[in-house]
């Protein structure tokens, strides 16, 4: 199974589990949700409305945690941690994990210091740990460690939950690729237009030279056939006067009277 795949049915299990589920036990939902191995995004369940529901009550330090986990880094958690729960092991993992993942949207060649800065790592070696267990393994992200200039080449990194600050700026993109996707495609059937245009046009002349071809062998078979003609008619009358000629060559035998 691709982790697109199982990213999408892992979802849709903790949204289904958050609609049913309130208080206490609702906390302890977001808690494993948070600590999953496997999940790593977070926006839909954020919007489930019984999770909506944590706003304004005893609780709702769990909802701003689920959003830490939607949309921010761990340098940001560690910002608000004395207004959030404090994280298990699993948790901070997850939150370094997709720290990684948000570096990785701004800039495809990261730095190791400022890997190691963001992710609270104190040395290269358990940075490059970290980098090849706990997220190229896993599948989120692919790239090349440059031990020599000292920075993680991104190859392909999954994507974060869309932040609302970001929709915008997202349509406006799609929005462009759309016009442009339109030109090219406006592009592609004009030349696809003179193509066809200039296929007809070589048929044609195509025509035009055959029939040209075949008019200029008629017109050479005709001359060569009246030619032919003429000669069969000279060597005739040679014919004729070489016997004639014959004729009166041939001595006449002279006839003896009768006596």
């Given at each position: ?26 906390v302890n939902l977001i808690v494993e949700a948070t600590s999953h191995p496997s999940l790593f995004a977070f ?107 000292r920075c993680f080449e991104v190859q392909f990194a999954a994507g974060r939950d869309l932040r609302p600050q ?22 592609i059937q004009e030349k696809i237009k003179w193509a066809d245009s200039m296929g007809e046009i070589d048929k ?56």
């Amino acid at each position: 199974m691709d982790i697109e795949q199982k990213q999408a049915e892992l979802v849709d299990y903790f949204v289904k589990q958050a609609e049913s589920f309130e208080g206490s036990a609702l906390v302890n939902l977001i808690v494993e949700a948070t600590s999953h191995p496997s999940l790593f995004a977070f926006s839909e369940i954020l919007s489930v409305p019984t999770v909506i529901e944590l706003e304004g009550t005893g609780n709702s330090i769990y909802r701003a945690l689920l959003r830490m986990y939607a949309y921010g880094t761990w340098s940001e958690y560690k910002s608000d941690a004395h207004r959030l729960p404090q994280l298990v092991p699993d948790q901070v993992l997850k939150l370094k994990q997709l720290t990684v993942l948000t570096l990785a949207e701004l800039n495809k060649v990261l730095p190791y210091d400022t890997l190691m800065q963001e992710l609270d790592v104190t040395n290269v070696r358990e940075l490059e740990d970290f980098l090849i267990n706990s997220c190229m393994y896993v599948g989120i992200v692919r790239g090349k460690l440059d031990q020599l200039r000292r920075c993680f080449e991104v190859q392909f990194a999954a994507g974060r939950d869309l932040r609302p600050q970001q929709l915008s700026s997202m349509i406006e993109t799609l929005a462009n690729w759309l016009s442009t996707s339109d030109k090219l495609l406006v592009s592609i059937q004009e030349k696809i237009k003179w193509a066809d245009s200039m296929g007809e046009i070589d048929k044609k002349h195509r025509k035009e030279v055959d029939e040209r071809v075949e008019e200029v062998k008629k017109a050479l078979s005709a001359k060569a056939s009246i030619d032919l003609r003429g000669h069969e008619e000279i060597f005739s009358e040679l014919g004729g006067v070489m016997d004639y000629e014959e004729d009166r060559s041939r001595p006449k035998r002279r006839r003896h009277p009768v006596g």
